[in-house]
T-cell receptor, first 111, second 116 residues
Framework: GQNIDQPTEMTATEGAIVQINCTYQTSGFNGLFWYQQHAGEAPTFLSY????GLEEKGRFSSFLSRSKGYSYLLLKELQMKDSASYLCAVNRGSTLGRLYFGRGTQLTVWP | GAVVSQHPSWVICKSGTSVKIECRSLDFQATTMFWYRQFPKQSLMLMAT?????????EQGVEKDKFLINHASLTLSTLTVTSAHPEDSSFYIC????????????FGEGSRLTVL
């Protein structure tokens, strides 16, 4: 089985920085994804980490520590449109795309 | 960029009927597709892995006779919810991976099923 934990809700103000943490316990770990999902819509890809370290992409960065079973998504210069659910997903096994999702962190950005 | 399309986006059906949902990769060949289910305010749950030309691999607890998956071509996978009941009402989302060891993964727009 797998346990993927992330906070249920977070709030922040425009222009701020927020870090969303994700811890996991799983067998056959083969990478970790972060997705953004607005209500009623499909998830959109944000980042993918398979090796330890930080991946930066514009206002979004993602970090992975495989030994600690830990990842975080860092969002900088927050905008109102960043209000959404952020999903941490672990890829299990050799089949890329076989994802197991956490329950998601609902981020609300206030003006 | 690559697009994965699902049809229908919304479907309402009577209890006991079967519903088919299509997942198409529009500009790439998808050797592998995945089907997820999402209940309100919950995360996505992987149901099955669909491989072109072979039987789907179902996750533990998912009834393969109730959720029929067919991946007959490199651009189309279908999910049929047989004898649907109200508890099957959910948001069904597919994802598709382009061919190759490091193929990118794309999600469809989702299909919302409501069983009356």
């Amino acid at each position: 089985g797998q346990n993927i934990d992330q906070p249920t809700e977070m709030t922040a103000t425009e222009g701020a920085i927020v870090q969303i943490n994700c811890t996991y316990q799983t067998s056959g770990f083969n990478g970790l994804f972060w997705y953004q999902q607005h209500a009623g819509e499909a998830p959109t890809f944000l980042s993918y980490n398979v090796l330890d370290g930080l991946e930066e992409k514009g206002r979004f960065s993602s970090f992975l520590s495989r030994s600690k079973g830990y990842s975080y998504l860092l969002l900088k210069e927050l905008q109102m449109k960043d209000s959404a659910s952020y999903l941490c997903a672990v890829n299990r096994g050799s089949t890329l795309g076989r994802l197991y999702f956490g329950r998601g962190t609902q981020l609300t950005v206030w003006p | 960029g690559a697009v994965v399309s699902q049809h229908p986006s919304w479907v309402i059906c009577k209890s006991g009927t079967s519903v088919k949902i299509e997942c198409r990769s529009l500009d790439f060949q998808a050797t592998t597709m995945f089907w997820y289910r999402q209940f309100p305010k919950q995360s996505l749950m992987l149901m099955a892995t669909s491989n072109e030309g072979s039987k789907a691999t179902y996750e533990q607890g998912v009834e393969k006779d109730k959720f029929l998956i067919n991946h007959a071509s490199l651009t189309l996978s279908t999910l049929t919810v047989t004898s649907a009941h109200p508890e099957d009402s959910s948001f069904y989302i597919c994802s598709a991976r382009s061919a190759g060891a490091t193929g990118e993964l794309f999600f469809g727009e989702g299909s919302r099923l409501t069983v009356l």
